[in-house]
């Protein structure tokens, strides 16, 4: 089975604190993605990844940055933390190249963030 | 832009019922739909994936099908149990890059 591992289930962060969100997976998946889920707001994308040291910015990118240096683990970074950043945080990851279409997302478990 | 709708917002049903939760998108030039599960406080568990070619795909109790056409997706479950209780998402895979875009779920309760 696909396992997608996410460093943290929960973390409280001050205003200003720099924060890292860390994402493993197992499966030697090319893709890579983190998404933030609000309650009335679903799901969405914050950045992508489809390669090492490879990024793309998703649909609300400001804030935050992502690192990719292995195949296997993708960061998100919050530069500078602020209360609306407080978010469940999810990180998936699909086998594939960059146009590859058909192939299964698989998620991780989630970080509760919470910026005090 | 594609927009994905799933209705209803919330079900309550007893235990032993066959329901159908529904999803539906704006643009019907999709790679892929896929069906997850998520527990309170949880991440999502893939249940299905539809491609864009195929008609339905089947596990266990759910099916789950697909009407590219007209933007629409079911979610069968059969005899429903407690332990289905979850959100149910939806999300389809655009042309560009891997971006899935997710509806907004459906809440299930079933009670024994």
């Known amino acids: 089975d696909v396992k997608v591992t996410q460093s943290s289930r929960y973390l409280v962060k001050r205003t200003g604190e720099k924060v890292f969100l860390e994402c493993v997976q197992d499966?030697?998946?090319?893709?890579m993605f983190w998404y933030r889920q609000d309650p009335g707001l679903g799901l969405r994308l914050i950045y992508f990844?489809?390669?090492?040291?490879?990024?793309e910015k998703g649909d609300i990118p400001e804030g935050y940055s992502v690192s990719r240096e292995k195949k296997e683990r993708f960061s998100l970074i919050l530069e500078s933390a602020s209360t609306n950043q407080t978010s469940m945080y999810l990180c998936?990851?699909?086998?594939?190249?960059?146009?590859?279409?058909?192939?299964?997302?698989?998620f991780g478990q989630g970080t509760r963030l919470t910026v005090v | 832009k594609q927009e994905v709708t799933q209705i209803p917002a919330a079900l309550s049903v007893p235990e032993g019922e066959n329901l159908v939760l529904n999803c539906s998108f704006t643009?019907?030039?999709?790679?892929?739909l896929q069906w997850f599960r998520q527990d309170p406080g949880k991440g999502l568990t893939s249940l299905l994936l539809i491609q864009s070619s195929q008609r339905e795909q089947t596990s266990g109790r759910l099916n789950a099908s697909l009407d590219k056409s007209s933007g629409r997706s079911t979610l069968y479950i059969a005899a429903s149990q407690p332990g289905d209780s979850a959100t149910y998402l939806c999300?389809?895979?655009?042309?560009?890059?891997?971006?899935?875009?997710f509806g907004q779920g459906t809440i299930l309760t079933v009670h024994p």
């Open positions: 499966m030697d998946h090319e893709n």
């Open positions: 990844s489809y390669d090492v040291k490879m990024k």
């Open positions: 998936a990851s699909r086998r594939g190249g960059r146009r590859t279409g058909g192939t299964e997302a698989f």
């Open positions: 999300a389809v895979r655009g042309p560009s890059y891997g971006k899935l875009t």
């Open positions: 643009d019907s030039a999709i790679y892929n």
